[in-house]
């Protein structure tokens, strides 16, 4: 079973930023939180990863809180083709027990 | 560079047929993965390949699934005989390291199976 839980389906407006919540209360102290988000009809692409520090690159943003027990993955500017199932994932770096769980529906609306 | 590849897109057999995909990961990637997808859910992890070797199967129905990864790069997934819950969408995916982040999935061949 997966070891996140997020929000079933998320909407934001077009240019403003989308904030998708991850909880991830059992995380171990090796255990990274991976993101991947996919688009309809297409593989899963890897967005972003971190370990305890803030991550961010071309595409998002990755705030984790101090205790490591939740996350909030940022895209800055959503546009219409940020529209997806957005899955957080813990695992080591190892790639044990990498595990998808149902992940958020974000709709980016015009 | 080029992705990862998968054939066929799509496939549609009778019940108790069996099935063949085939999956070329990106070149130098050592490791190579096989998911299932059921509609609506996220995917599910069946083999995981580090070279030629498996590293995972642990979810993987033996008996009926079957995988291989000749040489440590082509790979393919067999199922045989197919059921009905067999319909899905099977996802090839590699990395270049033994990790779980930046997994490079290719585009799918949706299966279904009547």
């Known amino acids: 079973d997966a070891k996140t839980t997020q929000p079933t389906s998320m909407d934001c407006a077009e240019g403003r930023a989308a904030n998708l919540p991850c909880n991830h209360s059992?995380?171990?102290?090796?255990?990274?939180v991976y993101w991947y988000r996919q688009i309809h009809s297409q593989g899963p692409q890897y967005i972003i990863h971190?370990?305890?520090n803030n991550e961010t690159n071309e595409m998002a943003s990755l705030i984790i809180t101090e205790d490591r027990k939740s996350s909030t993955l940022i895209l800055p500017h959503a546009t219409l083709r940020d529209t997806a199932v957005y899955y957080c994932i813990v695992s080591d770096n190892y790639g044990q027990n990498f595990v998808f769980g149902p992940g958020t529906r974000l709709s980016v609306l015009p | 560079e080029a992705g990862v590849a998968q054939s066929p897109r799509y496939k549609i057999i009778e019940k108790r047929q069996s099935v063949a995909f085939w999956c070329n990961p990106i070149s130098g990637h050592a490791t190579l993965y096989w998911y299932q997808q059921i509609l609506g859910q996220g995917p599910k992890l069946l083999i995981q390949?580090?070279?030629?070797?498996?590293?995972?199967d642990s979810q993987l129905p033996k008996d009926r699934f079957s995988a291989e990864r000749l040489k440590g790069v082509d790979s393919t997934l067999k199922i045989q005989p197919a059921k009905l819950e067999d319909s899905a969408v099977y996802l090839c995916?590699?990395?270049?390291?033994?990790?779980?982040?930046?997994?490079?999935f290719g585009p799918g061949t949706r299966l279904t199976v009547t």
């Open positions: 995916a590699s990395s270049p390291d033994y990790g779980g982040y930046e997994q490079y």
């Open positions: 971190g370990l305890k």
């Open positions: 390949f580090q070279n030629n070797g498996v590293v995972d």
């Open positions: 059992t995380i171990s102290g090796n255990e990274y």
